[in-house]
C-alpha cells in the first residue's frame, strides 16, 4: 500500500492520507490483518490523526489480536498510543494473549508494545512481570542483550509511569547498567525518558515505599545532561 511506503520514507502526503482515510470501511471490511495494520502504522509514524478511520478499523480489533503476528500486535497498538488513540478493545485483547505474545516476540516489538501500554494507561502486571523473568534464555535474558539504547529508555520509562518498579526488579537494574553507559549519545526525548524513571525513583526512596538500589550518576549530572542535550536540539 502506497501510504506505508510513505511512512516508510518518513514522508507525509495529505492528498494521499485523505484519500486513504476515504476508504476506512473497505478497508476494515477486507479483514486483512497485515493491510489493516500497515494502515494503522502509515498513520501513527506520521503521526496523522484520523479517528474515523481508527475506529472502523478497531471493528476488527479482536481479529488482529487474536491473528496477527507479533508484528501486526505490536504495529496496531504503538500506532494508536502514538495519536492518542484509546483502542480499549485491542489493548484488552492484547493483553489477555499476552504470554502468547511475549513467547515468541522479538525485543524491539515487546519494547514497542510495552510503550503503548504504558502511554495509554493501560498497567498490565501480567506484561510488566512477564517481561522480567529471570528464566534462563526467557525475556529478560534477550531484551537486556537486543534492546536498542531508544528501547531501554522507552522500557525504563514505562516501569516508571506505570508505577510498577518492584514487578520489573531484575530487568530494570540491567536496563539502567546499559543506560549508565550511552547518555551522551541520547537525544533530549529519550534522555528525559531516563530522566523521569531516574527521578521516580528518588520519590520512591524518599517517601520509603519503595527501595531500588542502582548505581549510577547524581541527580544533578542528569539535569545538565538533559540541559545540554535540549540545547543541541
Same mark, same amino acid.
Given at each position: 500500500?502506497?501510504?506505508?511506503?510513505?511512512?516508510? #520514507?518518513?514522508?507525509?502526503?495529505?492528498?494521499?492520507? %485523505?484519500?486513504?482515510?476515504?476508504?476506512?470501511?473497505?478497508?476494515?471490511?477486507?479483514?486483512?490483518?497485515?493491510?489493516?495494520?500497515?494502515?494503522?502504522?502509515? !498513520?501513527?509514524?506520521?503521526?496523522?490523526?484520523? +479517528?474515523?478511520?481508527?475506529?472502523?478499523?478497531?471493528?476488527?480489533?479482536?481479529?488482529?489480536?487474536?491473528?496477527? =503476528?507479533?508484528? $501486526?500486535? %505490536?504495529?496496531?497498538?504503538?500506532?494508536?498510543?502514538?495519536?492518542?488513540?484509546?483502542?480499549?478493545?485491542?489493548?484488552?485483547?492484547?493483553?489477555? $494473549?499476552? =504470554?502468547?505474545?511475549?513467547?515468541?516476540?522479538?525485543?524491539?516489538?515487546?519494547? $514497542?508494545?510495552?510503550?503503548?501500554?504504558? *502511554?495509554?494507561?493501560?498497567?498490565?502486571? *501480567?506484561?510488566?512481570?512477564?517481561?522480567?523473568?529471570?528464566? /534462563?534464555?526467557?525475556?529478560?535474558?534477550?531484551?537486556?542483550?537486543?534492546?536498542?539504547?531508544?528501547?531501554?529508555?522507552?522500557?525504563?520509562?514505562? !516501569? %516508571?509511569?506505570?508505577?510498577?518498579?518492584?514487578?520489573?526488579?531484575?530487568?530494570?537494574? #540491567?536496563?539502567?547498567?546499559?543506560?549508565?553507559?550511552?547518555?551522551? *549519545?541520547?537525544?533530549? *526525548?529519550?534522555?528525559? $525518558?531516563?530522566?523521569?524513571?531516574?527521578?521516580?525513583?528518588?520519590?520512591?526512596?524518599?517517601?520509603?515505599? !519503595?527501595?531500588?538500589?542502582?548505581?549510577?550518576?547524581?541527580?544533578?549530572?542528569?539535569?545538565?545532561?538533559?540541559?545540554? +542535550?535540549?540545547?543541541? /536540539?
Amino acid at each position: 500500500m502506497a501510504v506505508w511506503g510513505f511512512a516508510k #520514507l518518513k514522508r507525509k502526503s495529505k492528498k494521499l492520507f %485523505s484519500e486513504v482515510g476515504k476508504q476506512r470501511e473497505r478497508i476494515a471490511e477486507s479483514g486483512n490483518v497485515q493491510a489493516m495494520v500497515n494502515v494503522l502504522w502509515a !498513520y501513527g509514524g506520521n503521526a496523522v490523526h484520523d +479517528s474515523e478511520l481508527f475506529c472502523a478499523i478497531m471493528t476488527n480489533a479482536k481479529i488482529i489480536a487474536d491473528e496477527g =503476528t507479533p508484528g $501486526n500486535i %505490536s504495529n496496531a497498538v504503538w500506532s494508536c498510543a502514538r495519536i492518542g488513540f484509546d483502542a480499549p478493545i485491542l489493548f484488552a485483547s492484547v493483553d489477555s $494473549n499476552i =504470554t502468547k505474545f511475549l513467547s515468541s516476540a522479538e525485543p524491539s516489538q515487546i519494547a $514497542n508494545l510495552t510503550w503503548a501500554f504504558a *502511554t495509554n494507561g493501560i498497567f498490565s502486571e *501480567t506484561l510488566f512481570k512477564g517481561i522480567s523473568s529471570e528464566e /534462563e534464555g526467557g525475556v529478560m535474558e534477550i531484551l537486556v542483550e537486543k534492546c536498542t539504547e531508544i528501547e531501554v529508555c522507552n522500557l525504563l520509562w514505562s !516501569y %516508571s509511569i506505570a508505577g510498577l518498579l518492584p514487578l520489573g526488579e531484575p530487568l530494570i537494574k #540491567l536496563l539502567w547498567s546499559r543506560a549508565c553507559s550511552f547518555f551522551p *549519545t541520547l537525544n533530549g *526525548t529519550h534522555l528525559q $525518558n531516563l530522566f523521569i524513571f531516574f527521578v521516580t525513583v528518588q520519590v520512591e526512596e524518599k517517601s520509603g515505599s !519503595y527501595t531500588l538500589e542502582i548505581q549510577g550518576p547524581s541527580e544533578r549530572f542528569m539535569i545538565q545532561m538533559v540541559q545540554a +542535550s535540549n540545547t543541541r /536540539e
